[in-house]
């Protein structure tokens, strides 16, 4: 019995390893930085890229197709440039720029053409500041009221 | 606010240590020795873990008070409601960082624990290295709260803010609102069967009592959690616009891990309470269901891998893979210590017997398991290895897991016809062979009528066995019982063996979600169009017309309505009107689509308005047709009552098969 049981286990194990070494191979995709974009010279058929949506112009065409046009950069090195996106698709809730995304698509002559996009719950954020917030929203209003002190 | 929040918590933390302390030191030689001690000890755990409850509770009401009365001295409640907000909303709010969701957390395992420590009536060792346990996961969790991610911490101001930052409207939802408290209640109540089963190894109480304890924890559990996936990807469905549910994101699958090593430890122990067989497996499979449910925390916490879910990558998840590594250890070593008692007292006779479906259960379930973390982690791993970091989406789950729960299905047509200890071939294809030629006969029916997908088909027809298998089953013992009245036995067969159609109707339940995830994914319609009011298109058995497209200003957006007359096609008739919105927010110059959507039991019509152009004289749609899509969450339903029928059933009512303890 325990053999027959010791062969059940083998065949599982290797069965499984063989769909999954296949299904990997076949569908893995680097992820990759904007920036590590922005410097290649070659193409990738399949990649995933995470960032942030650019402060540039976000196009957004909705006939005959949804299609919406983007730049992504690096959240922590904006410097280092932006690559250009081509997403087909509906443009997901909450997209806007400064939010960070997630895309799938692939990388040919210079522009990301990506088929998946989710954009981040912007709940996941660097905490507000408050302060600064605050700081911004009476200098621009010219408010003088005055605001109560925390204990 | 926030320093009665601390100090409830420290509180609560000193609690859980001496629940420790006192739990361990009961299992010990020396209490076993002296009877009073051992009372007396497993008395003072017990109460010192309803300390914990009582202190993290009061923490807890202190938070959702404070979000209540709009109190912005403290930072979690600033940043995540707003004055205007619904009070529900601000109640929801407590989870909807990452503070107060560790918090959430900390309340239900305190609350599962002090129902553990008040409704278990046993003064033994067991109990006492069970509260030990409990008190271990309690206080790991409020260590985190206390130390790493406090939501009792002064807002970043040198004033009060008369505003708070408000809870992002995607939130704003009451699926939203059930559905973490769901998953949470599902993670923590493992804890419990977690907690005996390493009580039980620390005490060497080896027997099947612990089983015996924790079967209802065990299916409450998987209750809790069952309901939680399904209405998150309810959520997600009627929420987000994509016209789908599940997208293999890594924190979907966080949850659903334990979800899977939870539904394979639920079927395993079955063996053990009968045969005495499988303790070894039943050990690590609810190790590891514990353990993954902090691992799922764990990824949601740590940022290790991109997901839309994810909270702040933060510096806690190292503290994670501690606790994860602490867990590994002393079950590993618990495992290897008290190996003699662990081991069967019977051994499998034949490969076609329950008992060796049940192994095959295990490994088809870890398998998958296997498979869907090996996507969750291939970005870390990749890295490791080879330097890049590379990720699998969606096609890598589906290529593996589709399989594999195809199996699954088989398996539960099969498993059930199969006696304990030695089945054989030709009794399994006795009462395989009716319904195996309907279900062919509803094949041939399904590619006659252009279903040609070779997964699809199996589904569907796995599906049918599933439940016909049930009904004939259900017919026999009938007729067995009642033989001249057929109809009047059916009653009495449910009643003699309700706890095993209670199982069967989950099983009918997983059929019922299996057709409904199938024709949705399978024979899904799309279609992407523009239209001025007045035009028509054409999808599926449906023609939609546009009749008008409004647009309404308010204070912080726009809304635009399309209205959609939606028309039999065949007929002609008019069934209803769909009116999708867009909302343009100013201040980010962010849009949110609602969907709108049209449920029968054939199909689901769903409907996204994609844009407005030429200042209202056309709008842009995204249209799908979803067959049977209601019949994922009737299935869901489904299993959830036949669970809870289950966990019901009295623990004296003689209708329980009566355990081998």
């Given amino acids: ?151 | 606010m926030n320093n009665f929040g601390h100090i409830a918590l420290a509180g609560a933390w000193l609690a859980a240590l001496v629940g420790v302390f006192l739990g361990l030191y009961s299992t010990s030689k020396a209490a076993s020795e002296k009877s009073g001690l051992l009372t007396r000890l497993v008395e003072g755990a017990s109460r010192a873990t309803i300390v914990v409850f009582i202190g993290i509770g009061s923490a807890t009401a202190a938070l959702i008070y404070g979000f209540l009365t709009n109190d912005y001295t403290n930072q979690y409640v600033w940043q995540f409601s707003n004055r205007d907000m619904a009070a529900l909303y601000k109640v929801t709010a407590l989870w909807g960082g990452m503070d107060g969701s560790m918090l959430l957390w900390c309340f239900m395992l305190a609350l599962v624990s002090a129902v553990v420590a008040l409704t278990t009536t046993a003064g033994t060792r067991l109990f006492g290295g069970t509260l030990a346990v409990a008190n271990s996961s309690s206080l790991f969790f409020i260590t985190v709260v206390l130390f790493l991610t406090n939501p009792f911490r002064a807002v970043r101001a040198s004033f009060i803010p008369p505003d708070g930052n408000g809870l992002n409207p995607l939130l704003q939802n009451p699926l939203m609102a059930i559905h973490p408290p769901m998953l949470y209640a599902g993670f923590t109540t493992f804890s419990v069967p977690f907690a005996f089963c390493i009580g039980a190894l620390l005490s060497n109480q080896l027997d099947n009592i612990w089983l015996t304890l924790t079967r209802r924890w065990t299916l409450i559990a998987w209750l809790f959690l069952t309901v939680g996936i399904i209405l998150g990807g309810g959520w997600a469905y009627v929420e987000l616009g994509w016209g789908g549910f599940w997208a293999w994101d890594p924190v979907e699958n966080a949850s659903f891990l334990p979800w899977l090593v939870g539904t394979a430890y639920l079927h395993s122990v079955m063996v053990q309470q009968r045969k005495g067989m499988l303790k070894t497996w039943n050990v690590a499979l609810v190790a590891l269901t514990y353990g993954l449910t902090v691992f799922g925390t764990f990824l949601t916490r740590s940022g290790i891998v991109q997901s839309v879910h994810a909270f702040a990558s933060t510096d806690v998840g190292w503290v994670f893979l501690v606790y994860l590594g602490f867990i590994f250890c002393i079950t590993a070593a618990f495992l290897f210590i008290r190996r003699r008692e662990l081991q069967a007292t019977a051994r499998i006779e034949s490969f076609v017997s329950r008992e060796s479906g049940f192994v095959l259960n295990n490994l088809i379930f870890l398998s998958i398991t296997f498979a869907t973390a090996w996507g969750v982690m291939f970005p870390v791993f990749s890295e490791w290895l080879t330097g890049t970091k590379q990720t699998v989406g969606v096609p890598f789950y589906n290529a593996v897991n589709v399989p594999l729960f195809l199996l699954l299905l088989g398996l539960m047509v099969v498993g059930p016809m199969m006696g304990w200890r030695k089945s054989s071939i030709q009794s399994v294809g006795r009462q395989l062979l009716a319904p195996l030629i309907s279900a062919l006969a509803i094949g041939a029916l399904l590619i006659w009528s252009g279903v040609t997908s070779f997964y699809a088909l199996t589904a569907y027809c796995f599906a049918w066995l599933i439940v016909v298998s049930v009904m004939l089953e259900l017919h026999r013992g009938a007729r067995a019982l009642s033989p001249s009245a057929v109809a009047a036995g059916y009653p009495l067969v449910l009643k003699r063996h309700r706890e095993r159609y209670a199982g069967h109707l989950v099983h009918i339940g997983v059929a019922v979600v299996a057709v409904g995830i199938t024709a949705s994914m399978a024979h899904k319609m799309e279609r992407e169009v523009t239209l001025k009011p007045g035009e028509t298109v054409e999808i599926g058995r449906y023609r939609l017309s546009l009749n008008t497209i409004d647009v309404e200003q308010l204070k912080n957006f726009e809304r635009y309505f399309a209205k959609l007359d939606v028309i039999e096609a065949k007929t002609g008739l008019k069934i209803e009107s769909l009116k999708p919105e867009l909302r343009h927010y100013f201040k980010n110059n962010e849009t949110t689509t609602e969907v709108a959507l049209r449920t029968s039991l054939r199909d689901d019509l769903y409907t996204v308005l994609v844009g407005v152009e030429d200042g209202g004289k056309a709008a842009s749609f995204k249209i799908y047709v979803n067959p049977l899509q209601i019949w994922l969450w009737i299935g869901g339903v489904i299993m959830a009552l036949g669970t809870l029928i289950i966990v019901l059933t009295p623990k004296n009512s003689p209708v329980r098969v009566r355990h081998t303890v």
């Fill in chain 1, 1 to 151: 019995m325990n053999v027959r049981f010791l062969i059940l286990v083998v065949v599982f194990m290797v069965g499984g390893a063989a769909m999954i070494t296949q299904a990997t191979r076949s569908g893995a995709a680097p992820m990759m930085m904007p920036s590590d974009l922005v410097q290649s010279k070659n193409d990738f058929p399949r990649v995933r890229v995470a960032g942030r949506v650019s402060e540039s112009k976000v196009t957004y065409e909705i006939t005959p197709k949804a299609i919406l046009y983007f730049s992504i950069e690096d959240p922590k090195h904006p410097e280092r440039g932006s690559v250009p996106v081509v997403y087909e698709g509906v443009r997901p809730d909450m997209f806007a720029s400064g939010r960070d995304v997630i895309l799938d698509g692939a990388f040919v002559a210079g522009t990301i053409q990506a088929t998946n996009l989710l954009t981040q719950c912007p709940s996941k954020y660097e905490a507000p500041d408050p302060e600064k917030l605050y700081k911004e929203k009476h200098k621009t209003e010219g408010s003088s009221a005055k605001l109560a002190t925390s204990v």
